[in-house]
């Protein structure tokens, strides 16, 4: 990649945070031997200059070999996994190799984000992980950034599926069925994703003069499905059905309840999001909306790749459809059986 003229280097950085360059040297590469008072000073004269150091042997510039970065909070649960197989493969056909960071709960988000930048031409950044808009900016002005299921940011490019009008009409089939005391399992405040989908689950109330109810708070994680399942069994929680923010969630909760003896969906109706495999092989199957997660990755990699040879940023987002795909967890007769892969080629989802 071309140098930038007047780019600051680890000698102003330095100089800024009156630290030595051996000190900035070693806050980069994340060393642990560095105190906390003067990583926070090298970091901060690092974000203030828009500082990146070099990293080993810049291959793009010399033509031969293309690494990617990819940032994702966890690999738990089948959509991270699905969205790394759609950017790796993607990327492997590019010819490319990819650096994975997870940071899952690190305090030093910002330092590792910016240490992986300094190591690869461009870097997919995925919502969920909580870097601020501002970051993500700044370093939009020095690499190619693209942020995944999250809110376009200045500098960067987003690619992301659609999240309220789905999640609007599930809670109308829901209502559809008779159904008047709703909940929706998930944190809006964690991510942009389930923001909208919560959004979406309040507008369905709203356009039938409804007030939505607050939102119960969850990761997307199975541990907390069987909470939520838990206390709705204890009593905490009145409901006829539960839109869960994400497949998980919801199968972890259908099981439990049925496993103490209520009936899904006759006594309580549960829906999810992503349309993992699962959800179309436990009985009742699991009405969902179906996203195409691997679509999501496919893209973020082509977009860095056109980007890095020297493309220009997209003036919108890339906003991937979404569909509902209704089974029986909603009160709906069991559909017919959906084809074995190897029945012959079925129509791509995304």
Known sequence: MPSRPHSPTIYTVAEAAGVSIASVSRVMQGSGTVS?????????????????????ARSLAVGQHEAQGLVLPALTGPYYSELLVGFEGRAAELGQSIMLTLVDDRRDLEQTVRGLASRVEGVAIHGSTGLSAEVAAALGRVRPIVVIAADPMPGTEAVRAENAGSARDLTVHLMEHGLRRLL??????????????????????????????????????????????????????RADGIVCGNDELALSVM?????????????????????????????????????????????????????????????????????????SSCGCPEPVPEPSPRAGPRPDPG
């Open 184 to 237: 929706f399992l998930g944190s809006p405040g964690t991510a942009p994703d389930v923001r909208d989908r919560y959004e979406g689950f309040r507008l369905a109330h709203t356009e039938r003069g409804l007030s939505a109810p607050e939102p119960v708070a969850s990761s997307f994680e199975e541990a907390d499905g069987v909470r939520f399942a838990e206390q709705f069994l204890a009593g905490r929680h």
């Open 255 to 327: 099981h439990h309840v049925i496993r103490h003896g209520v009936r899904v969906p006759d006594d309580l109706a549960v829906v999810g999001w992503d349309d993992v495999m699962a959800a179309r092989y436990v009985r009742p199957g699991l009405t969902t909306v179906r996203q195409p997660v691997r679509r999501i990755g496919e893209l973020a990699a082509t977009r860095l790749h056109q980007r890095v040879a020297g493309g220009s940023p997209a003036d919108e987002p890339v906003v991937l459809p979404t569909s509902l795909v209704i089974r």
């Open 36 to 56: 906390a008072k003067t990583t926070a000073k090298v970091m901060e004269a690092a974000a203030r200059l828009n500082y990146l150091p070099l990293g080993a």
